[in-house]
C-alpha cells in the first residue's frame, strides 16, 4: 500500500489528474449543496445528458477533438436545456422534474443518434469520442487539467462571495425578494453554474456519471450537519477526497477508469454517512427508537404493578 502512494505521488501524470479530480470534486460538491437545497437533484442529470448533442455537433462542425470547443458545444447545449425546462413549466401546467425527464431525454437521444451517425462516418477522427459517455481522466493532458482546475476554482470563488444570496434564495425565494435581491438573475447565475460545473465534469467523469458527483456530496454532508455553511464545505471535502481516492484507486489497478471509481467512493461515503451519521444515520435513529421502546415498555409495566397495588390494597389483602 505504501508502495504503491509513493508510485502513485512519483508519477507527474497521476499527480495533475489527482489535482483535476479533487476540484472537480470540491467544485462539483459545493454548487450540489445548492441544487439539493433547491430541490433540483435531477438537473444535473438533465444538464449532462443535454451536453452530448453539443458535444456531438462541435466535432460534426470542426472536425477535431478539441476539449475547449467540446466544452463550448456542451455549455450552449446545457443553457438551451435549462431555458427549455423552464419554458415547459412556465407555459404548462408540466412540473419541474417531469419537465427535466423530458428534456433529459429528448436531449440524450438527440447526442446518442448523433454519436451513433460520427461513429459510423469512418473518418477516422471520431475515436475516442465515445469515452464522453463513461468519463476518461487518464486521457486528459495538461491543458485539460489547467482549464478544470482554473475552471473549478472560478466556480469556488463566485459561490464563496454569493454565499449569503444563494443561502437566501434556496431556503426562501420570496424573503430574497422582499429584501430586494434580483432574484431572477441569481437563480440564473446558479443555473449557469450548475451548468459549467457538469460541463467540465464530463471528460474525467462522462455525461451518464458526472450528477452523481454534484449531488452525492452534497446529500452525504446532509446527514452531519443542519447549518448550510457547514454543509457546503464538508460536502466539498466530500467529493474533493472522492476525487483523490478514485484517482488513486484507478492508478493501482490496470484498465480501470478514474470516474467511475470516484462515483463508486463517493456513494460508499454516502452509505457510511447513512448509517454511522451521530443524528441522522440510519443506526442512531434505530438506537433512539429501541430506547424509547425499552423506556415505554418500562414506564407501563411501573404503572401496571402500581394499580395492581392499588387494587390489592383496596381490597384489604
Known amino acids: 500500500m505504501m508502495n504503491s502512494l509513493i508510485e502513485f505521488w512519483q508519477d507527474p501524470n497521476s499527480r495533475w489528474i489527482m ?14 449543496s445548492f441544487s439539493y437545497l433547491r430541490k433540483q437533484s435531477l438537473l444535473g442529470d438533465t444538464l449532462a445528458h443535454a451536453a452530448l448533442p453539443g458535444i456531438c455537433i462541435s466535432f460534426l462542425l470542426t472536425g477535431t477533438k478539441s476539449v475547449g470547443l467540446f466544452l463550448v458545444g456542451a ?40 454519436l451513433t451517425k460520427i461513429q459510423h462516418s469512418g473518418s477516422g477522427s471520431q475515436s475516442g469520442l465515445d469515452k464522453y459517455l463513461f ?32 443561502k437566501l434564495i434556496s431556503f426562501d425565494a420570496g424573503f430574497a425578494r422582499g429584501m430586494g435581491l434580483p432574484v431572477g438573475l441569481l437563480e440564473q447565475m446558479l443555473l449557469f453554474l450548475t ?19 454534484l449531488i452525492t456530496p452534497a446529500v452525504t454532508a446532509r446527514f452531519w450537519t443542519d447549518r448550510l455553511s457547514v454543509m457546503v464545505v464538508l460536502s466539498g471535502i466530500i467529493g474533493a477526497l472522492s476525487g483523490i481516492m478514485g484517482t488513486f484507486f484507478s492508478s493501482t489497478v490496470s484498465n480501470l477508469p478514474t470516474g467511475p ?57
Open 19 to 32: 489535482f483535476g479530480c479533487m476540484l472537480l470534486g470540491l467544485s462539483n460538491g459545493v454548487i450540489g
Open 75 to 114: 455549455l450552449v447545449a446545457g443553457v438551451i436545456a435549462t431555458f427549455g425546462i423552464q419554458w415547459i413549466t412556465k407555459y404548462s401546467r408540466i412540473k419541474q422534474d417531469t419537465a427535466m425527464g423530458i428534456v433529459l431525454s429528448f436531449f440524450f437521444g438527440i447526442g446518442i443518434v448523433l
Open 135 to 166: 468519463g476518461q481522466a487518464a486521457s486528459m493532458v495538461m491543458e485539460d487539467v489547467h482549464l478544470m482546475m482554473g475552471v473549478s476554482l472560478l466556480l469556488i470563488i463566485i459561490c464563496y462571495f454569493l454565499f449569503k444570496e444563494f
Open 195 to 213: 451548468v459549467v460545473a457538469v460541463v467540465v465534469g464530463i471528460q474525467a467523469v462522462g455525461v451518464v456519471l458526472v450528477a452523481a458527483l
Open 261 to 317: 471509481v470516484a462515483v463508486l467512493v463517493a456513494s460508499s461515503l454516502f452509505v457510511v454517512s447513512a448509517l454511522a451519521a451521530p443524528r441522522r444515520g440510519w443506526v442512531s435513529k434505530w438506537l433512539r427508537q429501541y430506547k424509547m421502546r425499552s423506556s415505554y415498555r418500562d414506564v407501563k409495566g411501573s404503572t401496571v404493578q402500581h394499580r395492581e397495588l392499588e387494587v390489592e390494597k383496596g381490597r384489604g389483602i
